[in-house]
């Protein structure tokens, strides 16, 4: 059975309809599971659990992969790449989440946004928020990271916002000779540019894709966009 938004979008709604209705928030939860088909919120996160579109890519995934996860705000860009990380590390791999966007308990709040425990991972999971990130960084600092290790770099358009950093397709072709050396696993969220128009199309791809400076998004070996509940995902040919 296909959920009618993400969790995300349906815990929000609950929260909503708690404070409108004035009624607990398991209540509001409980209704909401109801309006999708099941008895109660606990059946629905576990049939969500099972059937989350990460779980499926994360598959198609492999070793040097150059990998680009784009959307609009608020349509799970962020979330997604973390539920990507999730399995990795449900594989036995480890995972890195390098962002100039959020703080590391932003980041680890996220985890319960997609209803993750992040203590579970302790030993697999790093979070890196610093000024100074940028491909040379994450170069050095994955240096001794071990074959099938997934990095995310959130996001794509934040890298060369520093004068004083490489030209963005400049750290792009160092990240995608750096995974391929290493056996990596390079995931970029990406920014969607405002003409993007879900009445025309159902996912941005990437002609959509916001690009400040310019880059080859032939790049990429992989895309995964994301708008409401599509998710459409592309390997390159």
């Known amino acids: 059975m296909r959920l ?10 609950a929260k909503r309809l ?5 009624i607990p928030l398991h209540d509001a939860l409980d209704r909401i599971a109801t309006t999708e088909g099941f008895s109660a919120w606990s059946m629905l996160v576990a049939k969500a659990a099972a059937i989350t579109p990460a779980n499926r890519l994360f598959p198609q995934f492999r070793p040097g992969d150059l990998v680009l996860v784009g959307a609009r705000p608020g349509q799970g860009k962020t979330l997604m790449s973390l539920e990507l990380a999730v399995e990795a590390m449900r594989s036995g791999h480890r ?6 966007e959020y703080t590391e308990k932003d980041v680890l709040e ?5 209803g993750v425990n992040p203590a579970q991972f302790h030993e697999l999971f790093a979070v890196d928020c610093s000024d100074a990130i940028n491909a040379d960084y994450v ?4 240096a001794a990271a071990p074959r099938g290790t997934f990095v995310v770099i959130d996001y794509l358009q934040l890298l060369d916002q520093r004068r004083e950093n490489p030209d ?17 696993i390079v995931v970029f969220v990406s ?18 894709v916001r690009l400040p400076n310019p880059l080859d998004l032939k790049l990429f070996d992989k895309t995964c966009f994301l708008n409401n509940s599509e998710v459409q995902f592309r390997a390159a040919s």
């Open 4 to 13: 009618s938004a993400p969790i995300y979008h349906l815990k929000r709604k």
């Open 18 to 22: 708690s404070r409108e209705e004035g």
């Open 95 to 100: 995972a890195a989440f390098f962002s100039l």
């Open 110 to 114: 996220r985890f319960q946004a997609i």
């Open 139 to 142: 170069v050095k600092e994955m």
């Open 168 to 184: 963005l397709s400049v750290q792009v072709r160092a990240l995608k000779s750096f995974a391929r050396d290493k056996g990596l």
């Open 191 to 208: 920014q969607i540019d405002r003409s993007y128009d879900p009445a025309v199309k159902p996912c941005p791809d990437l002609g959509d």
